[in-house]
Nanobody, 122 residues
Framework: QVQLVESGGGLVQAGGSLRLSCAVSGRSFSMYDMAWFRQAPGNDREFVARLNWDGTYYAESVKGRFTIARDNAKNTVYLQMNSLRPEDTAVYLC?????????????????WGQGTQVTVSS
């Protein structure tokens, strides 16, 4: 059974940085599409970034500030978040899709972690 475990969240001041990690169990990690989503209270789950076989994609709101990357040797995907803003405050969730059809839609991912809280103070 594949499990995703996020870490690295916390409280940071506006303008600061955090790096989130998502450790994935299982032997086929290198073939998964990987993504980060976020969800603030009262809001829908929002696409942040994804990493597919053909490249990386970002939401407009984080482009130029966030970077998604993977380390296949460690079965881990990262989200480096710089120049954080209060509106980035949310629970950040890692998602994986083995089929290779991961998109910006949360419904296209079959595997999810529990999430890690990121709070940005002004």
């Amino acid at each position: 059974q594949v499990q995703l475990v996020e870490s690295g969240g916390g409280l940071v001041q506006a303008g600061g940085s955090l790096r989130l990690s998502c450790a994935v169990s299982g032997r086929s990690f290198s073939m998964y599409d990987m993504a980060w989503f976020r969800q603030a209270p009262g809001n829908d789950r929002e696409f942040v970034a994804r990493l597919n076989w053909d490249g990386t994609y970002y939401a407009e709101s984080v482009k130029g500030r966030f970077t998604i990357a993977r380390d296949n040797a460690k079965n881990t995907v990262y989200l480096q978040m710089n120049s954080l803003r209060p509106e980035d405050t949310a629970v950040y969730l890692c998602a994986a899709e083995p089929s290779g059809w991961g998109t910006d839609s949360s419904g296209s991912y079959g595997l999810w972690g529990q999430g890690t809280q990121v709070t940005v103070s002004s």
